[in-house]
């Protein structure tokens, strides 16, 4: 066999066989863990906020999570548990998610050109999902590994103590705005990305931005309700 | 008081190489020019080359918008130089090539050559079944409003500006760009094409394509010709998506 024919068949034999449906996938599901991972957020944010109704009502949440009005017993274990899934989900989205990053110098070099001479706001809301992504990566570890390790002190006196008398306070204050920046951000791609809802991007924005704002005075809202409580406690 | 018709004195940064001189080195070379009334950034360059540079190389044909020649980069956004107003510009305006494409010499890209290759990758043409050309029968007539939706989509120019806007284009060569997205969006309405979702999978269902965009979007807001990028993007994404995870 001549060796033009040779490759000819090696052409057409490329050509035939399908292609991959793994792209598909990988990008759907880096979508859904991405909007799972937001409605959580928004769960645990206003969660939170019981403490602003008082400690009783924080109290109330964490045995409710712990099994408490189910079993008739609280069993921390069941928020490792819960957490634990959180973190793989967690790993999941991040891990399908550096896909899109800079991969060397030279793309990174090229982005960061970009970015500079382009001046777009879309463009430069994603190098801040980026940033924001990243810095997850280390504000998030720890804040899980407290959950995980320690459930049984989730409550309104356990966790007062730990923001003021360990200092939890300050993680606190850079995690919630950096989560939220992140969330907001990756919310908004996602419905521009797949086109649903309908909304125009300057429809878009306000309802973004003012949800993530106020989840942002909530979390700030609850931290010093905590902070408070810790510095009486501390008294 | 100042003179509110005077016209400003614009400042042009323009980045000069010529990649088939030997010796030459990339530089911005400084022109200044009087303004003028509906003065574009094609009438400015031409000025320039016709009374300071007659070396400057750009590119243009049409000077309405159609050929999509006179894409470069203005102040680091792209845009064709034939629809750009230096009115709407502040007085010192930067030029570049475009970025991705092969540089000719000065702001001249050779854009063709990228957008063949392209069309080849992405076959862009209508494919139609085995044996049902027949140049003696007469068309099948088309929905209006689909054959608007068509025209709608073929109205690109190829000028390149999307894919120089593009984030995603600057850091990976082998990414179809928006213009790559489109075509297909067109060929996919095309009811004399049959090809199917799971066709236009194998051409554009990877990182290279569909999957690659990260929706940053700037392809549509620089758009010479307006084109729905966004929508078409995202609607593609449905369906390849679709394809995928069946």
Same mark, same amino acid.
């Given at each position: 066999?001549?060796?033009?024919?040779?490759?000819?068949?090696?052409?057409?034999?490329? !050509?035939?066989?399908?292609? #991959?449906?793994?792209?598909?996938?990988?990008?759907?599901?880096?979508?859904?863990?991405?909007?799972?991972?937001?409605?959580?957020?928004?769960?645990?944010?206003?969660?939170?906020?019981?403490?602003?109704?008082?400690?009783?009502?924080?109290?109330?949440?964490?045995?409710?999570?712990?099994?408490?009005?189910?079993?008739?017993?609280?069993?921390?274990?069941?928020?490792?548990?819960?957490?634990?899934?959180?973190?793989?989900?967690?790993?999941?989205?991040?891990?399908?998610?550096?896909?899109?990053?800079?991969?060397?110098?030279?793309?990174?070099?090229?982005?960061?050109?970009?970015?500079?001479?382009?001046?777009?706001? #879309?463009?430069?809301? =994603? =190098?801040?999902?980026?940033?924001?992504?990243?810095?997850?990566?280390?504000?998030?570890?720890?804040?899980?590994?407290?959950?995980?390790?320690?459930?049984?002190?989730?409550?309104?006196?356990?966790?007062?103590?730990?923001?003021?008398?360990?200092?939890?306070?300050?993680?606190?204050?850079?995690?919630?705005?950096?989560?939220?920046?992140?969330?907001?951000?990756?919310?908004?791609?996602?419905?521009?990305?797949?086109?649903?809802?309908?909304?125009?991007?300057?429809?878009?924005?306000?309802?973004?931005?003012?949800?993530?704002?106020?989840?942002?005075?909530?979390?700030?809202?609850?931290?010093?309700?905590?902070?408070?409580?810790?510095? !009486?406690?501390?008294? | 008081?100042?003179?509110?018709?005077?016209?400003?004195?614009?400042?042009?940064?323009?980045?000069?190489?010529?990649?088939?001189?030997?010796?030459?080195?990339?530089?911005?070379?400084?022109?200044?020019?009087?303004?003028?009334?509906? @003065?574009?950034?094609?009438?400015?360059?031409?000025?320039?080359?016709?009374?300071?540079?007659?070396?400057?190389?750009?590119?243009?044909?049409?000077?309405?918008?159609?050929?999509?020649?006179?894409? @470069? @980069?203005?102040?680091?956004?792209?845009?064709?130089?034939?629809?750009?107003?230096?009115?709407?510009?502040?007085?010192?305006?930067?030029?570049?090539?475009?970025?991705?494409?092969?540089?000719?010499?000065?702001?001249?890209?050779?854009?063709?050559?990228? @957008?063949?290759?392209?069309?080849?990758?992405?076959?862009?043409?209508?494919?139609?079944?085995?044996?049902?050309?027949?140049?003696?029968?007469?068309?099948?007539?088309?929905?209006?409003?689909?054959?608007?939706?068509?025209?709608?989509?073929?109205?690109?120019?190829?000028?390149?500006?999307?894919?120089?806007?593009?984030?995603?284009?600057?850091?990976?060569?082998?990414?179809?760009?928006?213009?790559?997205?489109?075509?297909?969006?067109?060929?996919?309405?095309?009811?004399?094409?049959?090809?199917?979702?799971?066709?236009?999978?194998?051409?554009?269902?990877?990182?290279?394509?569909?999957?690659?965009?990260?929706?940053?979007?700037?392809?549509?807001?620089?758009?010479?010709?307006?084109?729905?990028?966004?929508?078409?993007?995202?609607?593609?994404?449905?369906?390849?998506?679709?394809?995928?995870?069946?």
């Amino acid at each position: 066999m001549k060796g033009s024919d040779q490759l000819a068949d090696v052409a057409a034999a490329t !050509r035939r066989a399908p292609r #991959d449906r793994l792209p598909a996938l990988l990008d759907v599901v880096q979508s859904i863990s991405g909007l799972a991972l937001v409605m959580f957020l928004g769960m645990h944010l206003l969660l939170d906020a019981a403490i602003l109704i008082g400690p009783s009502a924080a109290d109330a949440v964490a045995r409710a999570f712990e099994g408490q009005y189910l079993f008739g017993t609280a069993h921390p274990w069941i928020v490792s548990l819960a957490a634990l899934a959180l973190l793989t989900l967690i790993v999941v989205h991040a891990v399908l998610a550096l896909r899109k990053l800079p991969h060397s110098t030279r793309e990174y070099v090229a982005f960061r050109h970009h970015l500079r001479g382009i001046n777009h706001g #879309d463009t430069r809301l =994603w =190098w801040w999902q980026v940033v924001t992504g990243m810095a997850l990566f280390f504000l998030i570890a720890p804040h899980l590994y407290i959950v995980i390790t320690q459930p049984e002190t989730i409550g309104a006196s356990a966790s007062a103590h730990r923001v003021v008398a360990e200092r939890a306070w300050v993680l606190y204050a850079i995690l919630l705005p950096v989560v939220l920046l992140h969330a907001a951000a990756g919310t908004y791609r996602m419905v521009v990305k797949w086109g649903w809802p309908k909304l125009s991007r300057v429809r878009l924005r306000p309802w973004v931005w003012g949800i993530a704002g106020a989840y942002c005075v909530l979390g700030l809202a609850a931290l010093v309700a905590y902070t408070i409580l810790g510095l !009486r406690l501390t008294e | 008081m100042t003179d509110q018709t005077a016209h400003r004195k614009l400042s042009f940064r323009i980045l000069r190489y010529n990649p088939q001189e030997n010796g030459s080195t990339p530089r911005l070379q400084r022109y200044e020019l009087e303004e003028a009334d509906g @003065m574009t950034l094609f009438i400015a360059l031409n000025e320039i080359r016709e009374q300071q540079d007659p070396s400057l190389q750009f590119d243009f044909v049409c000077r309405a918008g159609i050929c999509g020649s006179c894409g @470069m @980069m203005i102040n680091g956004r792209p845009g064709l130089a034939c629809r750009t107003l230096t009115r709407n510009l502040p007085p010192e305006i930067t030029l570049a090539p475009l970025p991705i494409f092969e540089l000719i010499g000065d702001l001249s890209v050779n854009t063709g050559r990228w @957008m063949r290759d392209l069309g080849e990758r992405l076959e862009t043409w209508v494919h139609m079944k085995a044996g049902e050309l027949d140049l003696g029968h007469i068309e099948e007539t088309m929905d209006p409003d689909l054959a608007e939706q068509i025209y709608l989509l073929d109205r690109c120019i190829e000028c390149g500006c999307c894919v120089a806007a593009c984030g995603t284009a600057r850091m990976r060569e082998d990414f179809v760009g928006a213009v790559g997205l489109s075509k297909i969006a067109r060929f996919r309405l095309d009811p004399r094409d049959a090809r199917t979702d799971a066709d236009y999978y194998e051409l554009i269902g990877d990182d290279d394509g569909v999957f690659g965009c990260m929706s940053l979007l700037a392809c549509h807001d620089v758009c010479p010709k307006n084109l729905p990028l966004k929508t078409q993007i995202a609607f593609l994404r449905r369906k390849i998506a679709a394809v995928g995870i069946k």
